[in-house]
């Protein structure tokens, strides 16, 4: 994988936790921590360039053009957390192309000394269950965190998980890391626009993280979910599942 470094930065350094996510159900993780780059002070610092991406290059914000990359932000809170952002437009298509790109992220993280990966995913459910829980990867990592006070589930998601980020959850024992993933409900293809706002603020109140959070949130998020959304709306995440009851992260 190769990696751009920007803005000076040479390295991740000091972290409190690295944030990911990628387009998902109702791509609530990914307007999640947009909502966080926009609301807190962010810097990005490289542009990794991972095998299997879509071969896409796009014009990037100064007009240039640009090959298919993951974007890492710094963010530092008001409540002096430093916290390290990590998304993408998309995700490659096939799954051994999944697999090899979450092993190189998982690498690149054990190289830059990461501790802690928390994923951010929505799971589509009944539009009156507003529920937002995490689910741990290691025993040890899951006591960790019920002695926080957060909610930690042992039974859900029941059908598991498809995707980059699900493997990236799931690989923690495998590099001597703490991966996780918050998952929030969401009514899926037609916008629970509040999950967002929701998972943002249980990770804030769980962690302590002194985030600036939303004030007037719901019009924002709306806005950035209707510019994220397709015109015409085509169902992938049922295609890719409907032999099984995983959703796609």
């Keep these: 994988m190769r990696i751009e470094w920007r803005n000076g930065a040479s390295s991740i350094g000091n972290n409190d936790m690295v944030l990911l996510a ?14 966080l780059w926009k609301l807190n002070p962010t810097e990005v610092i490289a542009r990794l360039h991972p095998s299997g991406l879509p ?11 640009s090959p298919p990359h993951l974007t890492l932000s710094k963010i530092k809170t008001e409540g002096g957390s430093h916290l390290i952002t990590l998304t993408g437009p998309s995700q490659p298509n096939d799954s051994n192309a999944q697999s090899q790109m979450a092993e190189e992220l998982m ?18 459910d009944s539009p009156d269950r507003k ?32 995707g980059v980020a699900a493997l990236i959850a799931s690989m923690g024992p495998l590099f001597e890391m703490n991966t996780s993933c918050v998952i ?12 967002s706002q929701r998972m943002i603020e ?14 007037e949130g719901n019009e924002w998020l709306k806005r950035r979910l209707e510019e994220m959304s397709p015109k015409k709306k085509i169902d992938l995440v049922s295609e890719i599942s409907s032999s099984h009851d995983a959703f796609y992260m």
């Design 131 to 162: 529920d937002t829980f995490m689910v741990a990867s290691s025993a040890s990592h899951r006591i960790d965190m019920e002695s926080m006070g957060i909610d930690v589930r042992r039974n859900e998601p029941k059908g598991g998980a498809l």
């Design 22 to 35: 990628f387009p998902g159900v109702g791509n609530v993780g990914k307007v999640a921590l947009e909502s």
């Design 184 to 195: 929030t409900t969401t009514v899926g293809s037609s916008g629970d626009i509040l999950a």
């Design 55 to 65: 071969p896409l290059a796009k014009l990037d914000e100064d007009g240039l053009l």
């Design 107 to 124: 690498l690149f993280f054990q190289e830059q000394g990461v501790r802690d990966v928390v994923v951010l995913a929505g799971m589509i």
């Design 202 to 215: 249980h990770l804030d109140r769980w962690y302590s993280l002194g985030l600036n959070l939303p004030e």
